[in-house]
């Protein structure tokens, strides 16, 4: 038991290091086996386990970049990052509890001059409702980090609207 405390610690302690955020999901249908979302880290790659290689000679800037970026802990992604691959739905059950997180963050220092990260705020708001509806309680997660957002534009209020409706 105090070696498992002293593992659950140190990972505590590395997100921290890292500035990372964390929400206690997981993938599965709520028994012991489940496997915790959390894993900053790692690569998406390493998440998946899918190895998508190298991106074809002739690929466009946008397939060459989200190739690299799943290679990459996604604790040490940026949030313009995160937003492009959110955007192209990849790593979804991986990077959505990120992106709330910081999300909520963003909110929480939003009265003290802090400002949101429209593209991932679109992101993550724009996703399909399929996509809430297999992770209902990252939708929740979600929608109570949107609430707090106070100075939004007229475009980011819609899209948080049309989110809260579909979730």
Same mark, same amino acid.
């Given at each position: 038991?105090?070696?498992?405390?002293? &593992?659950?610690?140190?990972?505590?302690?590395?997100?921290?290091?890292?500035?990372?955020?964390?929400?206690?999901?997981?993938?599965?249908?709520?028994?012991?086996?489940?496997? %915790?979302?959390?894993?900053?880290?790692?690569?998406?790659?390493?998440?998946?386990?899918?190895?998508?290689?190298? %991106? %074809?000679?002739? #690929? @466009?800037?946008?397939?060459? @970049?989200?190739? +690299?970026?799943?290679? $990459?802990? !996604?604790?040490?992604? +940026?949030?313009? +990052?995160?937003? $492009?691959? !959110?955007?192209?739905?990849?790593?979804?059950?991986?990077?959505?509890?990120?992106? #709330?997180? !910081?999300?909520? =963050? +963003? #909110?929480?220092?939003?009265?003290?001059?802090?400002?949101?990260? =429209?593209?991932?705020?679109?992101?993550?708001?724009?996703?399909?409702?399929?996509?809430?509806?297999?992770? %209902? &309680?990252?939708?929740? &997660?979600?929608?109570? #980090?949107?609430?707090?957002?106070?100075?939004?534009? @007229?475009? *980011?209020? $819609?899209?948080? *609207?049309?989110?809260?409706?579909?979730?």
């Amino acid at each position: 038991m105090e070696l498992l405390l002293k &593992e659950h610690k140190d990972a505590i302690g590395e997100l921290d290091r890292l500035n990372v955020f964390c929400i206690p999901l997981a993938i599965g249908d709520g028994g012991s086996d489940d496997v %915790p979302i959390w894993r900053s880290q790692y690569s998406l790659e390493q998440l998946d386990g899918e190895r998508w290689g190298n %991106p %074809p000679a002739d #690929a @466009t800037s946008l397939v060459r @970049t989200v190739h +690299e970026w799943r290679r $990459r802990p !996604i604790g040490a992604l +940026e949030p313009d +990052e995160l937003a $492009r691959l !959110i955007g192209q739905d990849v790593g979804l059950s991986w990077l959505l509890p990120l992106a #709330a997180n !910081i999300l909520r =963050g +963003e #909110a929480l220092k939003q009265p003290a001059g802090g400002f949101i990260e =429209g593209d991932l705020l679109y992101a993550a708001v724009t996703r399909s409702p399929e996509v809430w509806r297999a992770y %209902p &309680e990252l939708a929740r &997660e979600l929608k109570n #980090a949107v609430t707090l957002l106070t100075d939004l534009s @007229t475009y *980011e209020k $819609r899209e948080v *609207e049309v989110f809260g409706i579909a979730s």
